[in-house]
């Protein structure tokens, strides 16, 4: 929003910086801050009314685990809240991706805060079934993947980039959107296994937003691509700005979520940080750059797929506990 100051620029005085992308970047990352800080407890307090008991604990779990009895959870309200807001008022509205990716973090927010109001309301561990969180989480995944194809070059549409071969493309054809569905859709529900421990998800998540936010920049500039020999996505540099945002409003949640932590993320954070890094990652071509920089997630989702797999062949597990954080 504030990018539209530039109309009233003559390219000489102090309205010219709102062209700058890093500029919008800092002042997006300082907004979600100051967001988390002046909101965060504020609506703790609400969530530990409205919420009572706050969320429930699995009877089976660790025994470390029962002492975090009490506390509310969709703190992701508060990430959620600060990176509209920051990216509202900072990014340029003209731009495709960052309403690609906006409208895919509402979008799984709304389903996690459907999941977690369903478990706080009747005080279960269940709450939304896992096949229509899925069905949602895919078919809004088909429409950002089909929305973002729209919007790439040419000579990139249905193509999936190697990393760390320079400038090496796969042409998927029609697996394309299929592909970048099941990245989404992965992604959101790789974060939400990991958010577990206080601070455990959302450390991980501003790591791996930050880093995508630098592909972002880089790929979206014409010299920084002809230098690094990497493909150019014409726009995705705005990106920057939501991942500032982000990281504003994670570093802000993170001094309410820290040991002991005052409030959960929940599945309303989980599912919309996600969602939101798989977003990144198809809108600016680095799919598979994603499992790199999202390590921790990749491990997590795979201690999962292990231990069903296993269980279901032999009966025993083989984590004690799975995830296995």
Same mark, same amino acid.
């Given at each position: 929003m504030? +990018?539209?100051? @530039?109309l009233?620029?003559? *390219?000489?005085?102090?309205? &010219?910086?709102? =062209?700058?992308?890093?500029? =919008?970047?800092g002042?997006?990352?300082?907004?979600?801050?100051i967001?988390?800080?002046?909101f965060?407890?504020?609506?703790i307090?609400v969530? =530990?009314k !409205?919420?009572?008991?706050?969320?429930?604990? =699995?009877?089976?779990?660790?025994?470390?685990h029962?002492?975090?009895?009490?506390t509310?959870?969709?703190?992701?309200?508060?990430?959620?809240?600060a990176?509209?807001?920051?990216?509202? /008022?900072?990014?340029r509205?003209?731009?495709?991706?960052?309403?690609?990716?906006?409208?895919?973090?509402?979008?799984?927010?709304?389903i *996690?805060?459907a999941?977690?109001y369903?478990?706080?309301?009747?005080?279960?561990?269940? *709450?939304?079934?896992s096949?229509? !969180?899925l069905l949602?989480g895919f078919?809004? #995944?088909?429409i #950002?993947? +089909?929305?973002?194809?729209?919007?790439?070059p040419?000579?990139?549409?249905?193509? %999936?980039?190697?990393?760390? $071969?320079k &400038? @090496?493309?796969? &042409?998927?054809?029609? %697996?394309?959107?299929?592909?970048?569905m099941?990245?989404?859709?992965?992604?959101? &529900?790789?974060?939400?296994?990991?958010?577990?421990?206080?601070?455990?998800?959302?450390?991980?998540?501003?790591?791996a937003?930050?880093?995508?936010?630098?592909?972002?920049?880089a790929?979206? !500039?014409?010299?920084?691509?002809? +230098? %690094?020999?990497?493909? +150019?996505?014409?726009?995705t540099?705005?990106i920057?700005?939501f @991942?500032?945002?982000?990281?504003?409003?994670?570093?802000? $949640?993170?001094?309410y979520n820290?040991p002991?932590?005052?409030?959960? /993320?929940g599945?309303?954070?989980?599912?919309?940080l996600?969602?939101?890094? *798989?977003?990144?990652?198809?809108?600016?071509?680095?799919?598979?750059?994603?499992?790199?920089?999202?390590?921790l997630?990749?491990?997590?989702a795979?201690?999962?797929?292990?231990?069903?797999?296993?269980?279901?062949?032999?009966?025993? !597990?083989v $984590?004690l506990m799975a995830?296995?954080h």
């Amino acid at each position: 929003m504030l +990018y539209w100051l @530039t109309l009233l620029s003559d *390219g000489g005085d102090f309205f &010219n910086l709102f =062209r700058y992308i890093t500029f =919008r970047a800092g002042g997006a990352f300082l907004t979600a801050l100051i967001f988390g800080f002046l909101f965060g407890q504020p609506l703790i307090d609400v969530l =530990r009314k !409205r919420q009572g008991k706050g969320q429930p604990i =699995r009877d089976d779990g660790p025994e470390g685990h029962f002492v975090k009895a009490g506390t509310p959870t969709m703190g992701g309200l508060l990430i959620v809240g600060a990176l509209l807001t920051s990216t509202l /008022m900072w990014a340029r509205l003209d731009n495709p991706f960052v309403w690609m990716v906006l409208l895919v973090t509402v979008a799984f927010a709304a389903i *996690g805060f459907a999941d977690d109001y369903a478990k706080v309301s009747k005080q279960t561990t269940t *709450g939304v079934s896992s096949k229509m !969180r899925l069905l949602l989480g895919f078919v809004i #995944a088909g429409i #950002a993947a +089909y929305w973002a194809a729209q919007f790439h070059p040419a000579e990139l549409q249905n193509q %999936l980039a190697l990393p760390v $071969f320079k &400038n @090496t493309l796969i &042409n998927l054809g029609y %697996l394309f959107v299929p592909f970048s569905m099941l990245v989404i859709v992965g992604a959101a &529900n790789a974060v939400n296994l990991t958010d577990g421990l206080d601070g455990l998800a959302i450390m991980p998540v501003m790591i791996a937003s930050g880093a995508l936010g630098v592909i972002a920049y880089a790929v979206g !500039r014409v010299d920084f691509t002809e +230098y %690094l020999d990497v493909h +150019y996505v014409p726009g995705t540099g705005e990106i920057l700005v939501f @991942t500032a945002g982000l990281f504003g409003g994670g570093l802000g $949640f993170l001094w309410y979520n820290a040991p002991p932590a005052a409030v959960f /993320m929940g599945d309303t954070g989980s599912l919309a940080l996600g969602g939101a890094l *798989g977003a990144i990652a198809v809108a600016t071509k680095h799919e598979l750059v994603l499992a790199i920089v999202g390590g921790l997630f990749v491990v997590e989702a795979l201690s999962v797929i292990i231990q069903v797999l296993y269980f279901k062949r032999t009966g025993k !597990r083989v $984590f004690l506990m799975a995830p296995i954080h």
